[in-house]
């Protein structure tokens, strides 16, 4: 962990200690709290799952953004837990697991997590939906179109100008791998050449990055300022920036596909109820509501077999798409996260 990262974790712990100290009956009373990423995806979940379960259940349920990793390490270990169902990436399911912060689900209480595919269901996280870390340009900058591969995203001569990439490791590995020639199927596991090879790569493109983006909403912005020509971004904030006439293109091909994770931070007064909500939102039913709002899809494959021509051109999980994409193995890029780390940092720092 960098040291200003340390810092940042031992301050939110120092806080939420004091918090613990002076907690009342009233904290260990207050209102389920769900929390998310914020835009498009906190939106779409609102309105597919914690607004329907809420009116259901006749209670409050606040909804909060941005999820952070280390804060739900801080409210855990500060015995002052803040929030009760998160939504994160899945190298924190994995993360929480091994560290020991999040709650073991009870599979029994989410029934509706059997219709699943094996990959999306793990002991300390669901998936309840799906996206995509895909290419995107200024189609200012392209007005016939932008890179259709990673390979081409990192061709600075055919398509010039500044790029735009995650902060962090994940999804860099495995773009880097894909531009570098490896096949899709070949991307996991995870092993040191693979690594050395995509360290390799990035550093390469590095001299054209002028943005390492931590917040999905900077893509879709800098894109439509022509501050980038080009970056990698979340699908479901490209949808919703072309729904409102941004000037930017997106393409699927050479996606990374993912999904979003619930996770119970241990502790939660609201176990129950996180488990309640977790199983509401796998129901077909609900899933199908992610359809008509075009930004992230279903998890749940059969809840796609409703969706209109239009809809599924922009669905991560049809045939159509997935055929073109990569799938994160979630596992594996938690182990290449934590034993690069500090290699990820000094190259993209450095």
């Known amino acids: 962990m960098r040291r200003r990262e340390f810092l940042a974790t031992a301050a939110a712990a120092g806080a939420l ?3 613990a100290g002076a907690m009342s009956p009233a904290f260990a009373a207050r209102p389920f709290t769900f929390t998310s990423w914020g835009g498009a ?16 259940k006749g209670i409050e349920i606040i909804n909060t953004s941005p999820t952070e990793t280390a804060k739900i390490k801080a409210m855990v270990e500060a015995g002052a837990v803040e929030w009760d169902l998160v939504d994160v990436g899945g190298r924190t399911v994995w993360q929480g697991g091994e560290d020991g912060f999040l709650e073991k689900l009870d599979l ?10 094996p990959g999306w269901v793990s002991p300390y996280g669901i998936a309840t939906s799906t996206g995509a870390t895909i290419i995107a340009w200024s189609s200012n900058a392209f007005p016939d179109g932008g890179p259709q591969s990673w390979a081409d995203f990192y061709d600075v001569k055919r398509f010039p100008g500044p790029r735009g990439l995650y902060k962090y490791f994940y999804y860099n590995y495995e773009a880097a791998l894909l ?13 040191e050449e693979k690594v050395e090879m995509a360290l390799a790569k990035v550093a390469e493109l590095k001299p054209n990055v002028s943005v390492w983006w931590g917040a999905g909403a900077q893509p879709p ?23 409102e006439g941004a000037p930017v293109g997106y393409t699927y091909k050479d996606g990374i596909a993912w999904a979003n994770w619930w996770v119970i931070p241990k502790g939660s007064p609201h176990v129950e109820t996180a488990h309640e909500l977790l199983n509401y939102a796998l129901a077909a039913e609900n899933q199908a509501k992610l359809l008509e709002l075009k930004t992230y899809g279903p998890v749940l494959g059969s ?27 979630e596992e594996e890029a938690n182990k290449y996260s934590r034993a690069y780390e500090e290699r990820w940092n000094q190259l993209m720092l450095g």
Do not use: H, Y
């Not at 531009?179 to 092993?191: C, L, N, Q, S």
């Open 179 to 191: 531009a570098a020639g490896v096949k899709r199927d070949e991307v996991f596991p995870m092993t």
């Open 303 to 329: 809840a796609t077999d409703s969706a209109d021509a239009e809809t599924r051109k922009i669905l991560v999980m049809t045939e159509d798409n997935i055929k073109d994409m990569v799938i994160l193995n």
């Open 108 to 117: 029994s209480k989410i029934p509706n997590a059997a219709a699943l595919e």
């Open 221 to 243: 912005q800098l894109l439509s300022t022509g501050e980038l020509a080009l970056s990698s971004a979340w699908s479901g904030r490209m949808l919703a920036a072309t729904a």
């Open 41 to 56: 995806l906190s939106d779409a979940e609102k309105a597919a799952f914690t607004d329907p379960f809420a009116q259901m």
């Open 17 to 19: 200690t004091g918090l």
